[in-house]
């Protein structure tokens, strides 16, 4: 992957941070280096993670710092899709998101990335429909990963 410095403009609104200064994985933790590199004067309240996520030398809320492939655009998605199944496939995959039509329309246009987990579920969508040899999305990026 191709290298990219982690900036405070990167970290999604509302993205936990932690305070936590003690902790062994801070410097490789998301969380913390969101603190790190957030302006603290003028925030006040936001989310956190609480100092007892770490126990016994562990915190169920460490976010490695990683870069990982992003995608957007479903132009190409149902290339493999029988006629008589696209407008099921299509449901599923916009039901994937929620019920409403935003957040599908958001991903297709490139407002919102796909993680590679959100990636591999809709192939898992599309392959109930058929082969997914050849299927892509539109776009792909390397981004940080905020899971």
């Not at 603190?35 to 936001?46: A, E, K, P, S, Y």
């Not at 997914?132 to 981004?143: A, L, R, S």
Request: aromatic share 14%; net charge negative; with cysteine.
């Amino acid at each position: 992957m191709e290298e990219k410095e982690l900036k405070a403009e990167n970290i999604p609104w509302g993205y936990a941070r932690c305070f936590n200064d003690a902790c062994k994985c801070k410097e490789n933790c998301m969380h913390y280096l969101a603190n790190v590199l957030t302006n603290q004067q003028d925030r006040f309240i936001g989310q956190a993670v609480f100092p007892t996520a770490w126990q016994q030398d562990e915190c169920p809320c460490y976010c490695e710092k990683r870069l990982v492939r992003k995608a957007w655009g479903f132009s190409h998605l149902y290339d493999n899709v029988p006629k008589y199944h696209k407008a099921e496939a299509r449901q599923r995959v916009r039901s994937y998101f929620s019920a409403g039509m935003g957040p599908y329309y958001r991903y297709h246009h490139g407002e919102n990335k796909l993680s590679p987990k959100q990636q591999d579920d809709i192939m898992q969508i599309l392959a109930s429909f058929g082969s997914t040899e050849g299927i892509h999305f539109d776009h792909y990026e390397t981004d940080w990963d905020f899971e």
